[in-house]
């Protein structure tokens, strides 16, 4: 690629790791020829199965919340 500047795509899905159809997409994303023509970020999101009370719910939300808008403003995606 030319010393052209890399679209930034931001991608919200459960972590790599987790066995679920959204992950194996995202994975498949990652190693596909989009990854050499943007740069593509992995935002996690989801519970993932945990069984949480709704006040741990609420704090997780938040938290993703802010940690989003942290991200945001540092990478400053072209599309999310």
Same mark, same amino acid.
């Given at each position: 690629?030319? &010393?052209?500047?890399? #679209?930034?795509?931001?991608? =919200? #899905? ?6 679920? #159809? +959204? @992950?194996?997409?995202? &994975? !498949?994303?990652?190693? @596909?020829?989009?990854? /050499?023509?943007? !740069?593509?970020?992995? =935002?996690?999101?989801?519970? /993932? $199965?945990?069984? /949480?009370?709704? +006040? ?7 938290? @993703?919340? $802010? &940690? ?10 072209? +599309?999310?």
């Amino acid at each position: 690629m030319t &010393n052209a500047r890399r #679209g930034k795509i931001l991608l =919200f #899905g459960p972590a790599l790791t987790a066995v679920s #159809g +959204v @992950s194996t997409h995202l &994975n !498949q994303l990652f190693a @596909s020829p989009l990854s /050499e023509r943007y !740069q593509l970020v992995h =935002f996690q999101v989801g519970r /993932e $199965g945990r069984q /949480e009370a709704t +006040v741990g719910r609420i704090g997780r939300l938040l938290w @993703s919340m $802010g &940690n989003l808008l942290a991200v945001l403003l540092q990478d400053r995606p072209d +599309v999310v």
